[in-house]
């Protein structure tokens, strides 16, 4: 069993950052594929991000590439998601999840059926 708990949500301005955290307890987490993904309002889960377990291969939904960043730091069992220059329409509930395998390309890394674990999200809201 994975849990994970994510943290570093609130309101921003437009233009602004904010630096998701997500923690992981449990076993082995250095043997997942971690991903984020997000809800808008009214819109389906989508993906946002993916890291391999090593770190080494980032996948970015073509919506957030240039702006976002994910990393990992498998020492603390945390899976970060730097997001920078916001937009309104970034406002979404984030979530985190694990995959108990590896992520190839972000078509692959973008389906959330892979994912093993979740965690409960937190709220980015950003203002225009």
């Known amino acids: 069993q994975v849990q994970l708990v994510e943290s570093g949500g609130g309101l921003v301005q437009a233009g602004g950052s904010l630096r998701l955290s997500c923690a992981a307890s449990?076993?082995?987490?250095?043997?997942?594929?971690m991903g984020w993904f997000r809800q808008r309002p009214g819109k389906e889960r989508e993906f946002v991000a993916a890291?391999?377990?090593?770190?080494?291969?980032?996948y970015y939904a073509n919506s957030v590439k240039g702006r976002f960043s994910i990393s990992r730091d498998n020492a603390k069992n945390t899976v970060y998601l730097q997001m920078n220059s916001l937009k309104p329409e970034d406002t979404a509930v984030y979530y985190c999840?694990?995959?108990?395998?590896?992520?190839?390309?972000?078509?692959?890394?973008?389906?959330?059926?892979?994912?093993?674990?979740w965690g409960q999200g937190t709220q980015v809201t950003v203002s225009s």
């Open positions: 449990g076993r082995t987490f250095s043997g997942y594929a």
């Open positions: 890291i391999s377990s090593g770190g080494g291969n980032r």
């Open positions: 999840a694990a995959y108990r395998g590896q992520v190839y390309s972000a078509s692959y890394s973008q389906n959330s059926h892979l994912y093993d674990y």
